[in-house]
């Protein structure tokens, strides 16, 4: 912009970093209603035309405006979410562990912290990992940023890593349900990195269809909105299924991978009418299972012979 006008930034013109900290299928939502704004600006006067801004949109709503220079409302973005992926890989780390041992659930174990307000229940959900465009891109950059200039961020780092091991581990309790994939109909209900969008990019989902695939399983594939987009990936390797129903018909075992509705009102009887093997891994801990007793269900995070019916007192 100097070059072409011949101006200069921060005196001539004004410039201003403002990230976003939207959720992806519910920007409008955090447009209207978010939890701060950050502005990094060059120059005082360029921050104070954005707040203005600001204020004229928000009227008695404003949120509370953090207004600093470029460098740190650029960390402020990658913190964030880098942050937010830290909880996500804790979560699943604990819930490794909570499946060795008996009695343990990771739902309850997160929902414990969660509840202390200095650490809050968000991203506190173990399943299959992150994906999505933000969290894989923003660690991934944040990590080279601080490499270059000669530091590891070993938390991110493990952060990631935790992540990457997350759809093996899946895997591996998946191959001890029909004793091994070989030549076994595995369905897999839900494609979108998470419900209510049909993106796909760096979805766990995937993945794990994927690693299926080289385990020598048939895998068929139901997502409400992501089977065109699934098509580009996984071309033919896969059947896909237009209704839940026939993604479950002669299958061996059953993978929850992605928490849409749409799923939760999946029964017992439902595996048993449809499926050769009534089996179930629920990724995603949407089901209880106190309600499959009559299927055989593993779930991420949960310990043999837990039960789910803690009580709220």
């Given at each position: 912009?100097?070059?072409?006008?011949?101006?200069?930034?921060?005196?001539?013109?004004g410039?201003?970093?403002?990230?976003?900290?939207?959720?992806?299928?519910?920007?409008?939502?955090?447009?209207?209603?978010?939890?701060?704004?950050?502005i990094?600006?060059?120059?005082?006067?360029?921050?104070?035309?954005?707040?203005?801004?600001?204020?004229?949109?928000?009227?008695?709503?404003?949120?509370?405006?953090?207004?600093?220079?470029?460098?740190?409302?650029?960390?402020?973005?990658?913190?964030?979410?880098?942050?937010?992926?830290?909880?996500?890989?804790?979560?699943?780390?604990?819930?490794?562990?909570?499946?060795?041992?008996?009695?343990?659930?990771?739902?309850?174990?997160?929902?414990?912290?969660?509840?202390?307000?200095?650490?809050?229940?968000a991203?506190?959900?173990?399943?299959?990992?992150?994906?999505?465009?933000?969290?894989?891109?923003?660690?991934?950059?944040?990590?080279?940023?601080?490499?270059?200039?000669?530091?590891?961020?070993?938390?991110?780092?493990?952060?990631?890593?935790?992540?990457?091991?997350?759809?093996?581990?899946?895997?591996?309790?998946?191959?001890?349900?029909?004793?091994?994939?070989?030549?076994?109909?595995?369905?897999?209900?839900?494609?979108?990195?998470?419900?209510?969008?049909?993106?796909?990019?760096?979805s766990?989902?995937?993945?794990?269809?994927?690693?299926?695939?080289?385990?020598?399983?048939?895998?068929?594939?139901?997502?409400?909105?992501?089977l065109?987009?699934?098509?580009?990936?996984?071309?033919?390797?896969?059947?896909?299924?237009?209704?839940?129903?026939?993604?479950?018909?002669?299958?061996?075992?059953?993978?929850?991978?992605?928490?849409?509705?749409?799923?939760?009102?999946?029964?017992?009887?439902?595996?048993?009418?449809?499926?050769?093997?009534?089996?179930?891994?629920?990724?995603?801990?949407?089901?209880?299972?106190?309600?499959?007793?009559?299927?055989?269900?593993?779930a991420i995070?949960?310990?043999?012979?837990?039960?789910?019916?803690?009580?709220?007192?």
């Amino acid at each position: 912009m100097e070059n072409e006008s011949g101006k200069v930034v921060g005196k001539d013109f004004g410039l201003c970093f403002n990230p976003e900290f939207l959720r992806e299928g519910k920007a409008v939502e955090d447009i209207l209603n978010p939890d701060r704004i950050v502005i990094g600006a060059v120059d005082q006067r360029s921050g104070m035309e954005l707040i203005e801004f600001y204020r004229d949109f928000y009227g008695d709503r404003m949120p509370p405006i953090i207004l600093t220079n470029p460098i740190n409302a650029g960390l402020i973005k990658y913190a964030n979410n880098a942050f937010l992926a830290m909880k996500v890989s804790f979560a699943n780390m604990f819930a490794r562990l909570c499946e060795m041992l008996p009695g343990a659930d990771v739902n309850v174990i997160m929902k414990g912290i969660g509840l202390d307000k200095r650490i809050g229940k968000a991203f506190l959900k173990a399943g299959l990992g992150w994906g999505g465009s933000c969290l894989p891109k923003d660690t991934c950059a944040i990590l080279v940023f601080a490499k270059n200039l000669g530091l590891d961020l070993k938390l991110v780092r493990a952060t990631t890593e935790v992540n990457e091991e997350q759809v093996d581990h899946a895997l591996s309790l998946a191959e001890k349900m029909p004793q091994g994939l070989e030549g076994k109909t595995v369905s897999v209900l839900g494609l979108a990195f998470k419900p209510g969008t049909d993106d796909i990019r760096e979805s766990r989902a995937i993945k794990l269809v994927e690693k299926l695939i080289e385990k020598g399983a048939r895998v068929k594939v139901h997502d409400p909105k992501a089977l065109d987009n699934a098509r580009k990936v996984l071309g033919d390797k896969v059947r896909y299924s237009t209704s839940i129903e026939e993604c479950l018909d002669d299958s061996d075992l059953c993978i929850l991978a992605t928490e849409w509705p749409e799923y939760k009102k999946i029964k017992p009887r439902d595996l048993r009418k449809f499926m050769r093997s009534p089996a179930m891994l629920d990724c995603r801990r949407l089901y209880n299972p106190e309600d499959f007793r009559e299927a055989k269900i593993m779930a991420i995070g949960l310990g043999q012979h837990s039960s789910l019916q803690e009580t709220d007192t």
